[in-house]
C-alpha cells in the first residue's frame, strides 16, 4: 500500500494553485524576481519521516522563519531574565517593521517583529561573541534545527544590506533606548545575514520539528535547545508569530507559526508534527496567500487546531481487583495510556473512593505509555499516604516509567518488574527497596 499522505498534500497544493493573489516581495531586486508559482508543501513527523508535495528542495531565504529559532538560541545562551529584560512577549498586533518600543522600557514588544528580533540576535552567545562569531553561532543553530548544514546567500544579503534604512532606523533607536549596547550596524549586519540564510521547505519542516519534539531534531537526534526554551518559542510564536494577523491565524488555523517574506511559513504541532509550506507571493501583512490557505486546509481537514478539545483520554484504571494469591490477597491496580494531571486524578480517585482493606497494594505500570512529572508526583504521594495507613505498597514497573520511586516522609515502596514476583511472596517477605530505588534482584 501507499501512503495516503503524499496524494493529500497533492491534491491540497492543486486545490490553492488557483489563487494567484497576493505580491512577491520587492523591496530587494533579488525577492521580486522569484518564481510566483512555485508551491510546496511538507509535513515532518516528530520521528523523522518527511512527506512532501510540490517545490520542497527549492532553496529560498529563510527571512523572518529564522527569529523564532534565533529567540531560541539567546534563550539558551542567555537565559530568561537577560532576554526577557530585553525583549518582551506581548503581541504588538503591528506590522513586523513598526518602528515602535514600549512606552517607558523601549523594550520592544516581542521577538518576532524586527524590533524584537534585531535585539534577539545579540544575544546570541550571551552578548559575548564579537559580530561574526555570532553570526556564525546563529548559522549553525539553525543547521541544527534543520539537521544540515546552512549557508548564508550572499546576494540577497548584500542587497538586504543596502536597502536596511528602516532596520537601520530601529537599530539605532533601540542603542537610544540603551536595548542595544553595541554598533547598531553591526547588529543589523548580523540579523540580515541570519533573515538570508538558505533553507527549503524540508529544512523548515524539520526545524519546526525539532520544536514540536521538544528540542531534539528528529533526523540527528541532537538536542539543539532546552524543552523549558521551546515551551517559551512555541507561546510567542503562536501569540505573535503572524504579527497583525494572529488572532485571525489563532482561531481560524490554531497553529503555532510563523512566516517569512521569502514565501515560507512553518507551524509546529506540539507532539505532532512539523509543517512548512512555500509559495512566495504575498498577502498584505507579509505572509504567503497559499501558504495561509494551506494551513487553513491543513487544519480545518485534519483537525490540527492546537484547541481542538481531545476525546476524553482512555481510562487510565484499567482493572482494580483483589487478586487471591494463596500468599494473601493483593489488592492490584492496573494501569493504562499515557498519564498526566487527569489521569493522575482518576487513580487517586479510585484509591480514595474505595480504599483497599488488603494489606498489599500493587500499582501495576505494566501498560502505561508515558506518565509526566506531576502524575509521577501524584502516584508517590499515593503510595506514601497508603503506606501510613499500613499499607505495603508495590509498584510493578518493568520499563522504569517511574526513575526515581522515592516517595519521602515516612512512605515506602517496592518496585518490582512483574507481578508474580509479588503474588508468590507472602506478605513482608519481598525485601526492601535497595538503594538505586529498586528491589534486590530474584535468584
Ligand atoms: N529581512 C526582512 C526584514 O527584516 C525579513 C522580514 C520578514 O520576513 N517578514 O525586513
Not at 286 to 306: I, K, P, Q, T, W
Request: aromatic fraction near 4%.
Amino acid at each position: 500500500m501507499q501512503s495516503m499522505i503524499p496524494d493529500y498534500l497533492d491534491q491540497v497544493l492543486h486545490d490553492v494553485a488557483s489563487n494567484t493573489s497576493g505580491e512577491l516581495a520587492d523591496y530587494i531586486p533579488e525577492l521580486a524576481v522569484a518564481e510566483p508559482e512555485r508551491s510546496g508543501a511538507v509535513f515532518a513527523t516528530v520521528d523523522g519521516r518527511v512527506y512532501g508535495a510540490g517545490d520542497i528542495d527549492t532553496e529560498f531565504t529563510i527571512q523572518s522563519i529564522s527569529k523564532p529559532f534565533a529567540y531560541a538560541l539567546a534563550l539558551d545562551d542567555s537565559g530568561f531574565d537577560t532576554v526577557l529584560a530585553k525583549v518582551g512577549v506581548e503581541p504588538s498586533g503591528e506590522a513586523f517593521n513598526e518602528i515602535s518600543l514600549e512606552r517607558g522600557t523601549g523594550r520592544p514588544r516581542n521577538p518576532m517583529i524586527n524590533a524584537g528580533a534585531i535585539t534577539t540576535h545579540a544575544l546570541v552567545g550571551a552578548g559575548l561573541l564579537p559580530p561574526d562569531e555570532r553570526v556564525d553561532r546563529v548559522v549553525r543553530g539553525l543547521s541544527a534545527f534543520a539537521g544540515r548544514p546552512l549557508t548564508v546567500d550572499a546576494a540577497v544579503c548584500a542587497s538586504e544590506m543596502d536597502n536596511a534604512h528602516r532596520n537601520l532606523a530601529i537599530a539605532h533607536m533601540l542603542r537610544s533606548y540603551g536595548i542595544l549596547d553595541e554598533d547598531p550596524r553591526a547588529v543589523v549586519d548580523g540579523y540580515v545575514k541570519q533573515c538570508s540564510v538558505l533553507v527549503t521547505a524540508r529544512d523548515l519542516a524539520m526545524m519546526a520539528a525539532t520544536l514540536a519534539n521538544r528540542g531534539i531534531n528528529p533526523l540527528t537526534g541532537d538536542r539543539v535547545v532546552a524543552d523549558s526554551v521551546v515551551r517559551q518559542v512555541l507561546s510567542v510564536m503562536a501569540t505573535c508569530g503572524m504579527y497583525d494577523a494572529a488572532g485571525d491565524w489563532a482561531t481560524q488555523v490554531g497553529i503555532p507559526a510563523k512566516s517569512g517574506v521569502a514565501g515560507g511559513l512553518i507551524g509546529a504541532l506540539p507532539g505532532q508534527i512539523g509543517i512548512a509550506t512555500f509559495s512566495p507571493r504575498l498577502d498584505s501583512h507579509g505572509n504567503s496567500v497559499r501558504g495561509v490557505a494551506l494551513f487553513e486546509r491543513f487544519s480545518s481537514d485534519m483537525g490540527l487546531h492546537v484547541m481542538e478539545v481531545p476525546a476524553a483520554a482512555r481510562a487510565v484504571v484499567s482493572s482494580n481487583h483483589v487478586r487471591e494469591a494463596g500468599t494473601g490477597a493483593l489488592r492490584v491496580i492496573q494501569l493504562q495510556g499515557g498519564i498526566r494531571f487527569a489521569g493522575a486524578e482518576r487513580i487517586v480517585r479510585e484509591v480514595v473512593d474505595d480504599t483497599p482493606v488488603e494489606s498489599r497494594v500493587v500499582l501495576d505500570l505494566t501498560r502505561v505509555s508515558s506518565i509526566d512529572d506531576v502524575a509521577r508526583r501524584m502516584l508517590l504521594e499515593i503510595a506514601r499516604r497508603l503506606t501510613l495507613d499500613g499499607s505495603e505498597v508495590y509498584l510493578v514497573d518493568p520499563e522504569a516509567m517511574v526513575p526515581d520511586p522515592d516517595p519521602g516522609d515516612g512512605g515506602r515502596i517496592t518496585v518490582v518488574d512483574d507481578l508474580e514476583q509479588v503474588a508468590s511472596r507472602p506478605h513482608g517477605t519481598l525485601g526492601t527497596l535497595g538503594s538505586d530505588g529498586r528491589p534486590p534482584t530474584e535468584t
